[in-house]
């Protein structure tokens, strides 16, 4: 007979922040300043945005694949009243990072704060607020089978595997990016040492072309990587030699965790980016044959504070 603590080592339980934490910070296009404090939440609520500055009857957006509604520079959810959070990407990729499936994420504007343009700040507001354990097993898609979208020469896939893996390709006619690639088991630690650290990156002429426009307003050396020509503009230049290919499996990571649970598969994506993961997800949750739930975690995964192997299905604990 199974007691109470030996099933509780055997799974992987759902997890929220123990305290509420609170920080300031620029809006990406808006330039404004926002207020985000990220708040626990209840077992199966997920991840919630709620707008402050809005009424309250239409101030929540659940964090999901099918609420996305622009992609054009980045991952922006959309409710049916038509309150909008942009810039999600960054935080997402750090709650996914870190193991928090429950939390409520309230902002007084219409976007995450995009603090020094990677997911680094939100891994450590993430750590001071302290991650909790849940009395409700974790629920994981898992992938039946490959699926994969294009457009172009780009394209995104999820294939089978007994892990939760990123793998990215990316090839730019800039001589300081070119070809870079990556591939990561995202398993104890792994995205907060490899890949949360990596900024968003983009070319001089593109941020001036998009001030003319209205966006980007908020963008600046402090967070993002900006190049002219094969130069990089920032004085501290790179965390990663690839840091460029890292930012994008990073992005992945975020837009991934909108399909509502984490995916027990490969993701690789060559040329991707937010719309084209957005398309691999209604591709692959449309398709019932390629998935399936399950509370059956991957082969080795790491829970926050401590490593659990589970051996087994998840099942109700006996009592005696």
Known sequence: MTSNNEWRNMVVFQKTLRNSISCTGVGLHGGTLINMKLAPAPVNSGIVFKRTDVDQSVSEIPAQYNTVTDLMMCTTVENAAGTKVATVEHLMAALSGCGVDNVVVELDGPEVPVMDGSSAP??????????????????YIKVLKEVEVSDGEAKAT??????????FEIDFDNPRIGKQNCSYSLRNGTFKNELSRARTFGFLGEFEQLKKLGLAKGGSLDNAIVLSGSD?????GLRYEDEFVRHKA????????LAGAPIIGEFYGFRSGHALNNKLLHAFLADKDAWCYTTEAPVRIANVGGAHWPTKKAAAPATD
């Open 232 to 236: 990089i503009l920032n004085e501290e």
């Open 158 to 167: 999820l294939s089978p595997s007994d892990n939760i893996s990123v793998a």
């Open 122 to 139: 939100f891994v450590f507001l993430i750590e001071c607020a302290d991650v909790v354990e849940q009395d409700s097993p974790r629920r």
């Open 250 to 257: 990073l992005d992945a990571v975020g837009d991934l965790y």
